[in-house]
């Protein structure tokens, strides 16, 4: 499926879900707090090595997010957008892509066949499509994840390729890693910033709350988190990228002369009803392991922006995400924006 092809089904689901036309021009303007026909360009990189330096469970990602002013979307996009889609009274403004890489891993990962208690091997390669709309403090996201799992994803090919760069020993275990499969995700999602929030001269502080729901092959979940923010800047963006599942805001970033910078520490749960990474192949057998129906991350980290440029880093404490694991994981996550 072309990238077009799957910016068209996002704008049909969007339409679907929201409901009548708004009214274009001056209101589309006064709704927009990102100005028009803006930007950006941004990679996460996640890493347990950035954590607890173990290379177990989640042991990366990487993604590349493309977001423009949804005027620069594809023209069927942006043709049944206007029309069909306001996102219950909001506008889309923004319009992204993005592509990406999970790798997950077990424990053992010298072992030829995998321990059958520990998460099974899975890379995931993806490409991602999505609209926000924002106005004021408030965003309001549709998005939606299609891609590869098994084999043709490359997981095997790149965790080989990294351990030679770094002179680390090769993984023993992926001829039993989750086989090739489509899967697709439709994510929702509701943020708020600015809550209880207060300028006190040399800091600002505010609460932002974010909720959301997940349906798929991939991953089915509900979701709710929280963050407190403290710092200069915090109107400039919704908090930093992050990669899903994950607390995170919406890739959003409004450049301003001079230096901001603010820190932050959130948390963030999850209740989940199917995870392809942990639940296993949806249409054949393939290594499972018994996930926690609930999943709950803490997280702390900063942000720093400097003009167009945006750089960020966040450290995530996650519960256990399946019976077996013996603990908590944490890995690190370091972002990089620039708006144009």
């Known amino acids: ?13 969007t339409a679907g879900a ?11 303007a006064k709704q927009a707090h990102f100005p028009p026909r803006h930007g950006s360009v941004g990679l996460i990189v996640e890493n347990d090595a950035f954590g607890d330096g173990s290379d177990d469970n989640y042991s990366s990602g990487v993604q590349l997010n493309l977001r423009s002013d949804f005027a620069d979307a594809p023209t069927p996009v942006r043709w049944l957008g206007r029309r069909l889609a306001d996102l219950n009274g909001m506008r889309p403004q923004s319009y992204g892509l993005a592509l990406g890489h999970l790798l997950y891993t077990p424990n053992d990962t010298q072992s030829v066949i995998p321990p059958a ?18 106005r004021g403090n408030e965003i309001r996201s549709v998005e939606i994840t299609l891609g590869i799992v098994g084999p043709s994803a490359g997981g095997e090919w790149l965790q080989r390729e990294f351990h030679s760069l770094i002179d680390e020993t090769d993984p023993q275990g992926w001829d039993r890693q989750l086989r090739d499969e489509v899967a697709f995700a439709i994510d929702v999602d509701r943020r708020w910033r600015d ?3 207060a300028d006190l001269g040399f800091i600002q502080v505010d609460l932002s709350p ?3 729901l997940g349906l798929g092959t991939l991953r089915t979940e509900a979701r709710a988190g929280l963050t407190a923010r403290f710092g200069r800047g915090l ?11 994950a607390l995170a805001g919406a890739g959003l970033v409004r450049a301003e002369p001079g230096l901001r910078a603010y820190g932050f520490v959130g948390v963030y749960g999850r209740a989940i009803a199917r995870d ?13 392991v018994e996930k926690e129906p609930f999943v709950g991350d803490a997280q702390a980290g900063f942000v720093l922006q400097m003009g167009q440029t945006s750089w960020a880093y966040t450290y995530v404490l996650r519960s256990r995400e399946y019976e077996s694991q013996d603990d908590a994981q ?11």
């Open 1 to 13: 499926m072309t990238v077009r092809a799957l910016s068209v089904l996002l704008a049909l689901v």
């Open 210 to 212: 974010n909720i959301g």
């Open 235 to 245: 109107d400039n963006d919704f908090g930093p990228p992050r990669i899903r599942p």
């Open 195 to 197: 809550v209880l929030g």
């Open 117 to 134: 208690d520990e998460r099974p091997y899975a890379g995931f390669l993806y490409l991602q499509s999505g609209f926000v709309a924002e």
């Open 276 to 288: 392809l990474f942990l639940d296993g192949n949806t249409f054949q057998d393939s290594p499972s």
């Open 18 to 28: 929201v409901g009548a036309p708004v009214a274009a021009g001056a209101e589309e």
């Open 330 to 340: 944490s890995f690190g996550a370091f972002t990089i924006a620039r708006r144009w």
